[in-house]
């Protein structure tokens, strides 16, 4: 009996292996950091005690931290989906999906890259009349719709083509990279070039910035456009450009296309738009009038469906009969098609995503990144989870209960529903739709739904589900965690703390588990000590660690050492090389110090700027010849480039270690009762290693001759700053 129940599931959940390995090498850590306590407490050096307590707080707070680590990485459990059995057991009678895309500037974005990803969904292995897919233009541009109004054409001859000779992946950019090897050679070139000649078409227009007379005829929906005074002061734009109950919309084997709707959200100068978020939250309610999906997709503009099949694998997770009652949200991993071999900005974020993902996933559920996530809609819009409800009746389709409307009166009733007014005393933003005011929307609002007794699944298949573009610059990498790391502080500091809110709402182990994120700010406090504190003092003479000949120097070797060869020994396993984990190691230490003192400067900047004297000093400056940044980004060699306050902070720490270095090595030859060695050992261990971490640094200060070194006037700042602080070091 039992085994026949097992049988019936539509997925399964395995626990990782080699966990007892995981919780020995724990174990060793956590005795090894007892000894260092006790060292630091036996061993206290009172007339160097701002420098010695300093660093036992931050040892205190990475074991703090570590412990952290080891809570999320205790159990990473990983899933596995039977997606036949869910077409055996439903057939067509699926659940309704409706897919989100978000774009919001036709610069930054264009609309063919955006056009990809509406057509790689579009063509997903599912029924379409049960597919609809909303694409929300933040950017209110005509570009966009006209890129929009192309790829509705484009997909009439793209979906049957993909369905007839299973292509994959269904991004028509990607796929036509490569040949295929097959018979539908034929087929594949005619339809290639039809789409080189829409890509044509869409980048000529982009290109001009404007759209010609002759296409604005051809389509009502331009005239919308007439009355657009600019990007921020518009009128609700809303085209169903497909409508997949129309029986006209048919593609050329006469299937049906799935639905696609195009949405410019009212925007006015006097409301706040709430950025993505009300995005998300406009397309809740658009969508809601119009197909009414039982499951919504979020994907970014800049992620594309590598997999025809997630939404049946994610289906699997819903719809479950004993495993799904409370599943919320599945949430993919996000993967990125190129970062270089060695990923030199660590982007790829393999074990957050690999090992922490799956690790929370036992803890009460991953949280939601915001892309490549498959929300149940109700409980987006605030239901709370009990007994009772949890058994959805998935078969049923909402589009039938709908009164038929004819297009004009459907589009105009939707038109409100997307207006700045819309949300004025509604609880949208609040308990409604995804949250309001937080730099990392869609996190707080994962964290809400699980607060209110959902929970979330990881799935990640090694065929990855979305592929998207990741930063390809280093300061674009900085700013990205900065953000991210400010967003979890964020959250942390306000009445939705996990510790105090998610008290009794949420397990305890995911509590820890998201403050491991709101901890990345305070982190990098310590880091930032224990890599310049140390250094400065070995160009003084202050021993700050045990000697090497004494035994206690070994609970600091180990833990050290450990530490390191465990996160090399993950890195390899998620995929990676061991020089991507030496670039991983160099980012890690980057983000921590440049996050810290961003604080400092932002401060500076703001007080600068209340006085007048600066205009704001993070504005990205224009980019070099773009050309240069990729091939650069290709050979991995760093890129600096622009002066920017992070690679000031970055230069400085890299010299300062650097004259310690040197500084340390001095006195060990000057030494002559070779003492010196044997005291300072550890100290300059760890300096070397800043220093070998940072050589790209030196390079691109003083080696290099290409645009992307170290702008002059960063390299003389931080060459004074360096001077500055090991001269007060020193005297
Ligand atoms: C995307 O899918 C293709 C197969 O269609 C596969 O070869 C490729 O590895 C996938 N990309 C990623 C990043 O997994």
């Excluded at 502080?489 to 588990?513: A, D, N, T």
């Excluded at 700010?521 to 003479?541: D, E, H, K």
Aim: hydrophobic share 40%; net charge neutral; glycine share 6%.
């Amino acid at each position: 009996m039992m085994m026949e129940k097992r049988d019936d599931h539509l997925f399964e959940t395995k626990s990782a292996k080699g966990r007892s390995l995981f919780h020995l090498y724990g174990v060793s850590m956590f005795v090894s950091t007892c000894m260092i306590f006790v060292y630091r407490v036996s061993y206290f050096e009172e007339r160097y005690w701002v420098y010695w307590m300093g660093l036992f707080l931050s040892e205190i707070w990475f074991t703090w931290y570590f412990f952290l680590i080891l809570v999320i990485r205790w159990n990473p459990i990983y899933r596995y989906t039977f997606k036949h059995k869910l077409s055996l057991r439903y057939g067509e009678d699926l659940p309704g999906i409706d897919i989100f895309v978000c774009t919001a500037d036709p610069v930054i974005e264009p609309p063919i890259m955006v056009m990809n990803t509406v057509l790689s969904v579009m063509a997903y292995n599912y029924p379409t009349q049960k597919l609809s897919v909303y694409l929300s233009d933040d950017g209110g541009s005509d570009l966009t719709f006209y890129a929009m109004l192309e790829a509705s054409k484009f997909a009439k001859i793209w979906l049957p083509f993909c369905r007839k000779f299973k292509v994959e992946p269904r991004s028509p950019q990607t796929n036509f990279h490569t040949p295929p090897l097959d018979h539908h050679h034929h087929q594949w070139q005619s339809i290639k070039k039809s789409y080189e000649e829409m890509k044509h078409r869409i980048e000529t227009a982009t290109e001009l910035g404007q759209i010609s007379e002759e296409i604005r005829r051809k389509h009502k929906g331009f005239h919308e456009w007439d009355s657009v005074s600019s990007r921020h002061d518009h009128q609700t734009i809303l085209q169903i450009l497909i409508d997949g109950k129309d029986c006209e919309a048919v593609d050329i084997e006469g299937q049906p296309l799935p639905t696609l709707v195009y949405l410019a959200r009212e925007k006015r100068p006097q409301f706040h738009h709430n950025f993505k978020a009300g995005a998300m939250n406009a397309l809740i309610r658009v969508s809601s009038r119009i197909s009414n999906g039982k499951i919504i997709l979020n994907v970014d503009c800049d992620m594309y469906s590598n997999n025809s099949d997630a939404v049946r694998d994610a289906l699997c997770f819903f719809m479950d009969e004993e495993q799904s009652h409370n599943v919320a949200y599945v949430q993919y991993p996000q993967s990125f098609c190129n970062p270089t071999k060695n990923d030199i900005y660590s982007n790829n974020l393999s074990v957050l995503q690999e090992v922490e993902l799956a690790g929370l996933d036992s803890n009460g559920g991953p949280f939601s990144i915001g892309t490549g996530c498959f929300h149940r809609r109700d409980t987006l819009c605030g239901k709370k989870y009990s007994q009772e409800c949890n058994k959805p009746d998935w078969k049923c389709c909402a589009n039938d209960t709908k009164i038929e409307e004819s297009r004009e009166v459907l589009e105009d009733t939707c038109k409100i529903l997307a207006s700045c007014t819309y949300e004025e005393n509604t609880l949208w933003g609040k308990e409604m739709g995804l949250m309001y005011g937080c730099l990392v929307e869609d996190i707080i609002t994962g964290y809400r739904i699980q607060c209110r007794g959902w929970r979330s699944t990881h799935f990640n298949t090694e065929r990855k589900a979305f592929v998207g573009l990741a930063p390809t610059t280093l300061l674009q990498s900085l700013v990205q965690h900065k953000r991210w790391s400010e967003g979890h502080l964020q959250i942390f500091l306000s009445e939705y703390c996990p510790y105090l809110y998610g008290r009794k709402k949420i397990p305890l182990k995911l509590q820890l588990g998201y403050s491991l994120y709101s901890f990345w700010t305070v982190n990098c406090f310590a880091t930032l000590y224990y890599i310049s504190v140390p250094s400065l003092c070995l160009l003084r003479g202050i021993a700050l660690f045990p000697k090497i000949s004494s035994i206690w120097i070994v609970p600091f070797a180990y833990a050290f050492f450990a530490n390191r060869a465990y996160s090399l020994g993950e890195f390899l396993w998620v995929g990676g090389t061991i020089k991507g984990w030496w670039h991983d190691q160099r980012m890690w230490v980057f983000k921590r110090t440049t996050r810290t003192t961003s604080y400092l400067f932002g401060f500076t900047d703001n007080i600068l700027r209340l006085l007048g004297f600066s205009k704001s000093a993070f504005v990205i400056t224009a980019k070099v010849a773009e050309e240069d940044v990729s091939q650069r980004f290709e050979q991995e060699v760093m890129e600096f480039g622009v002066s920017s306050p992070m690679f000031t902070v970055l230069a400085t720490l890299a010299l300062l270690n650097l004259f310690s270095f040197i500084g340390g090595l001095k006195r060990v030859v000057l030494d002559m009762q070779n003492e010196v060695l044997d005291l300072f050992a550890a100290q300059i261990i760890l300096c070397g290693l800043v220093v070998l971490i940072n050589l790209p640094v030196y390079q691109g200060l003083f080696f290099r001759k290409d645009l992307g070194k170290m702008p002059s006037s960063v390299t003389y700042r931080s060459i004074v700053f360096a001077l500055l602080a090991c001269t007060i070091a020193a005297y």
